[in-house]
């Protein structure tokens, strides 16, 4: 399929490695973040959220980190594999709930 | 459970030509979300609906586009006519209100040529 990632910024990472993938957003009234994982030909799929009222939350294999005095978002992978190559995508929502993307990270893991 | 479906995946049409883009969303979602994305680019919101109603289509192009949620449940989403500028991946998702977790469709793929 074709890829949705050519003029991305792109991370590469070595498998086993972690990866760290970062978001800046501008609207400071959002209240709710996701990052979305998007592989070649198909839609984004959730990876993990987090409110505007936590700093850090975990899943598996997966952190976000949430900075609001800076407006930074970041996703943390640990020891990423190759199944984690894809397009990277963090979110937003305000009041509004207008859920907003951002540019995208391409990550490629190098076997 | 069935998750956000879209059809069709593919669209080839000639410029002027009319397209039409179909969603049927998770069941009991009442949100429903169009977004256009270009190759390289994040989504972009074209509409989005709470039930039936458009509550958000700022970034629409009315003169050539239009979206309809009769039901307040399944969605098309027109092109008439047709640009080459309009080729891209229409993405189709919901959730079950507004600002809470959107799940997506695969998308429909559509080159003007």
């Known amino acids: 399929g074709e890829s949705v990632g050519l003029h991305l910024p792109t991370l590469s990472v070595q498998e086993g490695d972690n990866s760290i993938i970062n978001c800046a957003y501008s609207n400071s009234a959002s209240d709710y973040f996701i990052w979305y994982k998007q592989e070649s030909g198909k839609g984004p799929q959730f990876i993990i959220d987090?409110?505007?009222?936590?700093d850090k939350r975990q899943g598996q294999r997966v952190t976000v980190l949430l900075n609001k005095t800076v407006k930074h978002l970041s996703l943390q992978i640990a020891a990423t594999q190759p199944g984690d190559s894809a397009v990277y995508f963090c979110?937003?929502?305000?009041?509004?709930?207008?859920?907003?993307f951002g540019g995208g990270t391409r990550l490629m893991v190098k076997p | 459970e069935a998750g956000v479906v879209q059809s069709p995946r593919y669209k080839i049409i000639e410029k002027k030509q009319p397209v039409a883009f179909w969603c049927n969303p998770i069941?009991?979602?009442?949100?429903l979300y169009w977004y256009r994305q270009n190759l390289g680019q994040g989504p972009e919101l074209l509409i989005r609906?709470?039930?039936?109603?458009?509550?958000?289509d700022s970034q629409l192009p009315k003169d050539r586009f239009s979206a309809e949620r009769l039901k307040g449940v399944d969605s098309t989403l027109k092109i008439q006519p047709a640009e080459l500028g309009d080729s891209a991946v229409y993405l189709c998702?919901?959730?079950?209100?507004?600002?809470?977790?959107?799940?997506f469709g695969q998308g429909t793929r559509l080159t003007v040529v």
């Open positions: 998702a919901s959730s079950l209100e507004g600002g809470g977790q959107a799940f």
């Open positions: 069941s009991g979602h009442n949100t």
């Open positions: 979110a937003e929502t305000d009041a509004g709930n207008m859920l907003t």
């Open positions: 609906y709470e039930n039936e109603e458009a509550v958000d």
């Open positions: 987090i409110r505007s009222n936590m």
